[in-house]
């Protein structure tokens, strides 16, 4: 890895970046495809550039987090590993490799238990990801998520967990629509900074008349 990494370098990297992202993710099927990233990045630079964050780790950051998910690796450990064997190929400073990783590692929802991100730029690409579940694409993830896992769409019988466990959280069965009362509809009042805020509100208010529509048709009110 350098010592620092340069304008050029930079740009080299970041292509060099989405090549190795989007060919892991290009056969997705479970909403963490090529697209997810291809937004999730999108609006990393958008925040970035609002808030003032470094471009480059940020950036960085967003087209790799989903390398590492542990849905898609054999454990957590291990898509931070591949991660980090790719970076190490990269001519990526050693500072700005550490806190890619780190931003990767502690980003994700993990049942709302997470501590708060320790920098701005994780603090950006977290809203990233997160407002990707937050809105009108967020409400076709879920349903697709939830057919590739087995969950039926809706079960009356099946509450909405209030408290739950990492380990349930992964490995208990659900519904779709239990889906937005255990994460989705909480991720508004989970975002970081005042830019990525904005943007969630709205996209929060459609999921909410979304849901409440939901249920009507369920009932047959409408």
Same mark, same amino acid.
């Given at each position: 890895?350098?010592?620092?990494?340069?304008?050029?370098?930079?740009? /080299?990297?970041?292509?060099?970046?989405?090549?190795?992202?989007?060919?892991?993710?290009?056969? /997705?099927?479970?909403?963490? !495809?090529?697209?997810?990233?291809? =937004?999730?990045?999108?609006?990393?630079?958008r925040?970035?550039?609002?808030?003032?964050?470094? $471009?480059?780790?940020?950036?960085?950051?967003?087209?790799?987090?989903?390398?590492?998910?542990?849905?898609?690796?054999?454990?957590?450990?291990?898509?931070?590993? $591949?991660?980090?064997?790719?970076?190490?190929?990269?001519?990526?400073?050693?500072?700005?490799?550490?806190?890619?990783?780190?931003?990767?590692?502690?980003?994700? *929802?993990?049942?709302?238990?997470?501590?708060?991100? =320790?920098?701005?730029?994780?603090?950006?690409?977290?809203?990233?990801?997160?407002?990707?579940?937050?809105?009108?694409?967020?409400?076709?993830?879920?349903?697709? *998520?939830?057919?590739?896992i087995? !969950?039926?769409?809706?079960?009356?019988?099946?509450?909405? &967990? !209030?408290?739950?466990?990492?380990?349930?959280?992964?490995?208990?069965?659900?519904?779709?629509?239990?889906?937005? *009362?255990?994460k989705?509809?909480?991720?508004k009042?989970?975002?970081?900074?005042?830019?990525?805020?904005?943007?969630?509100?709205?996209?929060? &208010?459609?999921?909410? =008349? *979304?849901?409440?529509?939901?249920?009507?048709?369920?009932?047959?009110?409408?």
């Amino acid at each position: 890895m350098a010592a620092s990494t340069d304008k050029a370098q930079q740009d /080299d990297i970041i292509a060099a970046a989405i090549a190795f992202a989007r060919d892991f993710h290009e056969k /997705d099927d479970t909403g963490h !495809d090529w697209w997810h990233i291809q =937004r999730v990045s999108k609006m990393t630079e958008r925040l970035a550039e609002a808030e003032g964050a470094n $471009r480059f780790v940020a950036l960085l950051a967003a087209l790799l987090h989903d390398v590492a998910d542990e849905k898609l690796n054999e454990s957590k450990e291990s898509g931070l590993r $591949r991660v980090q064997s790719w970076l190490e190929s990269q001519p990526v400073a050693a500072a700005d490799c550490g806190h890619v990783i780190e931003i990767i590692s502690t980003m994700s *929802y993990n049942a709302g238990l997470n501590p708060p991100m =320790r920098t701005l730029e994780g603090q950006v690409v977290q809203d990233a990801d997160r407002l990707d579940a937050i809105g009108a694409i967020a409400i076709a993830r879920c349903f697709l *998520y939830a057919g590739k896992i087995g !969950d039926p769409i809706h079960d009356p019988g099946i509450k909405p &967990r !209030d408290s739950i466990t990492k380990e349930q959280y992964r490995n208990e069965g659900s519904t779709a629509i239990n889906h937005f *009362y255990e994460k989705l509809l909480k991720l508004k009042d989970r975002i970081n900074t005042p830019s990525a805020k904005a943007i969630a509100e709205e996209r929060h &208010r459609y999921m909410e =008349r *979304y849901v409440t529509q939901f249920h009507a048709e369920w009932d047959g009110l409408l």
